[in-house]
């Protein structure tokens, strides 16, 4: 189950140490997902690939909750992703929470401004998709 979720079935004999970043983000989700677990964590799984792989590794994690129920928890620091491929968000600074909440509605250019101190705009699809963008740091 967890090598077929994760698309890893053809490298499941390869060494971990011999994976490129994406399959190797990967193998580690299938591991988590060995266990038999009904939550995963993940702490910024699409750190340090390519944008390619970010979304094929965001893709692998909404498929996991759409077909099996499984609960994610991810930090993510990509604001664009994080909307995008969450249901909720909750959005801290200095280890406070500031908002939480449906994606769509957490986000906007105050929160964004003040928490991240960074202005722009967000701009929204007609499908409920949101994208920040931003104009300048502050």
């Given at each position: ?23 190797r983000q ?10 038999n ?31 099996y ?15 995008n ?12 929470i500031?908002?939480m909440?449906?994606?769509s ?12 101190r ?5 701009h ?15």
């Open positions: 189950f967890a090598l077929e979720a994760t698309g890893i079935s053809d490298i499941q004999n390869k060494k971990v140490n011999n994976l490129s970043g994406g399959q990967r193998a580690f989700i299938a591991m988590s997902l060995a266990q677990t009904d939550v995963l964590l993940l702490d910024e799984p699409t750190t340090y690939l390519d944008i390619y792989h970010q979304i094929e590794i965001l893709e692998v994690v909404k498929s996991l909750n759409q077909k129920g499984i609960t994610i928890i991810m930090v993510l620091h990509d604001l664009n992703q994080a909307v491929y969450s249901h909720n968000l909750v959005i801290m600074k200095d280890g406070e500031v908002k909440g449906r994606a509605k957490v986000i906007d250019e105050k929160t964004i401004n003040d928490v991240y960074v202005s722009g705009y967000i929204r699809e007609e499908n409920d998709q949101i994208y920040f963008i931003p104009k300048k740091i502050c």
